[in-house]
């Protein structure tokens, strides 16, 4: 299943600022879990991370350093900030409504109309949410 | 993993990536580095899941995503980048990074003390408004100094070149002070006029630090020549608002700030100006787009179309050149604009490129403006000896021919570039080689026409 990119595109800052909250991070290590986490149904695409990883930063959500990492290589570390940390939990209040919202909807039509049954897409989506 | 047989190794393959990455302008380097290091972290994953080297990174690029939408979006979230920013940020982040201000407190520094040193003659009483001929002279005495020591300072000079150099400003400075010049005659005009002109040689080598012996080198001072005019004349657009408004209001308290204007503003800013805005070329040369070769595009066709015009009006109506005192000046000044358009369409061009209309524009325009000088010369030479050789016609003479030989070569080797018998450096060569002999014929303009002609 593909999710689309305006979904992906709006699910982005919240699910980044969330694996930061989770520790310090850098790009390789979020798109990682972001992939175990979705089971490989969100794929990202890799460069795509680093101008959304910008953005939070300006914006003051994270903050950059550079490190050496183990490899030797020069890595860029994340880390969010207390400022980032609201926001992520103004997104979850918001996610939160919208997925109690289609929640509710979901409920409402597996009742009254079974026929939607034809179209398991939706339902496909249950899951995902629910957990 | 080692290379594959005959393939490039892993490596190279990520130099390339980079290199082609770096091109982006709303990549900055620092950004190439992040992706980088991703890339790499991917493609060992890979490597340990069993993939070859080159597979391993194909796969990695490929995740990476089209380097087109890659860039779009780094442009959308820094949009700033598009813009150029005054304040230049080293391209590699880290250690070089005072660099550029050290740059420009040098810089600044350095203008101050060209608009101190203006401002010193007025000290032993030798004023602007009484004894302009001597500043007139001058001028190119008190700025151009400093300007070279900016890049004697920048490009660290061997001692050896900078001798040389110190020694063609002091003899210059000698030169324009010593003669005995008629005031306001015609051999104190020239020397004002072509001192600069030969001055402008010794800030060339000091601009190309070393590099004047190459085609490059000459080629950058070219450039440097083409922005430092252009960034000069925006510098004085904006003093010139700045000096009407001041004007403006201080008129509606009743002061009046003309003085201070002449003696103060005009010749401090002027001098001063030059320096800063040669400081400006340098900071933002890989950062803002060149001007002068735009400028070159959008104008060359028009001065082409005016003069294929002119030389079918000429033909079709049978006038003559008209001889008046200035009409060979004016076909100095056309010819220096036609080089002026050659040299940044050439300073702008990618050598490697095949011809295209542009170069045949380019060729009308050149061959054009010989024709209309001919034209102009024979009118002349028909009738120099009644006039009679006063220095201010050998100049302008000499400087006709200096002009047409350079163009007329040019032409021969612009058609021949165009005909696919020859490649494009050989303009390029020609144009910098040719760069000393105006320098040359300034200075003997400046060192034996005053005594050739009695200083009048």
Not at chain 1, 72 to 77: L, S
Not at chain 2, 124 to 130: A, K, M, P, S, T
Request: glycine share 8%; with cysteine; proline share 4%.
């Amino acid at each position: 299943m593909e999710i689309n990119k305006d979904l992906i595109a709006a699910s982005s800052t919240p699910i980044v600022l969330a694996i930061l909250a989770e520790g310090d991070s850098y790009g390789y290590a979020i798109i990682r879990r972001v992939r175990e986490l979705s089971g490989g149904r969100m794929e990202w695409t890799d460069g795509m991370l680093y101008p959304v990883l910008h953005r939070l930063e300006r914006l003051g959500y994270v903050e950059a350093r550079w490190e050496v990492a183990k490899s030797g290589r020069r890595r860029k570390y994340y880390r969010i900030t207390s400022r980032g940390r609201a926001q992520l939990a103004e997104e979850r209040r918001q996610w939160q409504a919208v997925d109690a919202t289609l929640r509710g909807l979901w409920q409402a039509l597996s009742f009254s109309v079974p026929a939607t049954r034809r179209q398991p897409r939706h339902f496909h989506w249950e899951p995902g949410h629910a957990g | 993993m080692p290379d594959k047989d005959g393939g490039i190794s892993l490596e190279e393959q990520i130099e390339r990536w980079r290199n082609y990455l770096r091109r982006r302008q709303a990549i900055h380097p620092v950004d190439v580095a992040e992706l980088e290091d991703h890339l790499r972290e991917q493609v060992s994953v890979l490597v340990e899941a069993g993939l070859a080297a080159d597979e391993a990174f194909l796969v990695a690029v490929k995740r990476m995503g089209s380097l087109d939408a890659l860039s779009r979006e780094f442009a959308r979230e820094h949009s700033e980048r598009l813009w150029k920013q005054l304040v230049v940020v080293p391209s590699d982040s880290g250690d070089p990074r005072t660099r550029p201000r050290t740059d420009a407190i040098v810089a600044f520094c350095l203008a101050v003390a060209a608009a101190v040193l203006i401002k010193v003659p007025a000290l032993f009483g030798i004023q602007l408004d009484e004894d302009a001929g001597f500043y007139a002279r001058n001028l190119s005495v008190f700025v151009l100094p400093l300007l070279s020591g900016y890049f004697v300072w920048k490009r660290r000079l061997r001692a050896s070149t900078l001798r040389w150099l110190v020694a063609a400003l002091v003899a210059a400075g000698v030169s324009a002070n010593i003669y005995p010049f008629a005031p306001g005659g015609y051999t104190e005009t020239l020397t004002a006029l072509h001192l600069p002109i030969a001055l402008w040689l010794v800030v060339g080598v000091a601009y190309a630090g070393g590099r004047w012996g190459q085609v490059g080198g000459r080629m950058d001072f070219i450039r440097f020549s083409g922005e430092l005019f252009i960034y000069y004349v925006l510098i004085a657009l904006g003093g010139a608002v700045l000096t009407a408004f001041m004007a403006m209001i201080f008129e509606s308290i009743g002061i009046d700030v003309e003085p201070f204007f002449e003696s103060w503003l005009l010749p401090c800013g002027a001098v001063g100006a030059v320096v800063v805005a040669s400081w400006l070329v340098e900071a933002k040369q890989s950062v803002i787009e060149n001007m002068a070769p735009v400028l070159t595009r959008l104008f060359t066709p028009f001065f082409a179309a005016v003069l294929v015009t002119f030389l079918g009006t000429l033909v079709w109506t049978g006038r003559g050149v008209g001889i008046e005192r200035n009409v060979l000046i004016a076909f100095d000044l056309l010819l220096v604009v036609v080089l002026g358009l050659l040299l940044y369409s050439i300073s702008a061009r990618d050598p490697r490129s095949s011809p295209g209309a542009f170069d045949v524009v380019q060729v009308v325009l050149v061959a054009s403006a010989l024709l209309a000088d001919a034209v102009a010369l024979w009118a002349i030479a028909a009738r120099i000896t009644e006039f009679g050789f006063t220095p201010n016609r050998v100049a302008a003479v000499g400087e006709n021919v200096i002009l047409l030989v350079n163009l007329a070569w040019s032409a021969v080797l612009y058609a021949r570039f165009l005909g696919g018998r020859g490649a494009f450096t050989d303009l390029e060569r020609w144009q910098t080689n040719y760069l000393p002999v105006y320098a040359v014929w300034a200075a003997i303009v400046v060192l034996a026409f005053p005594p050739l002609f009695g200083y009048i």
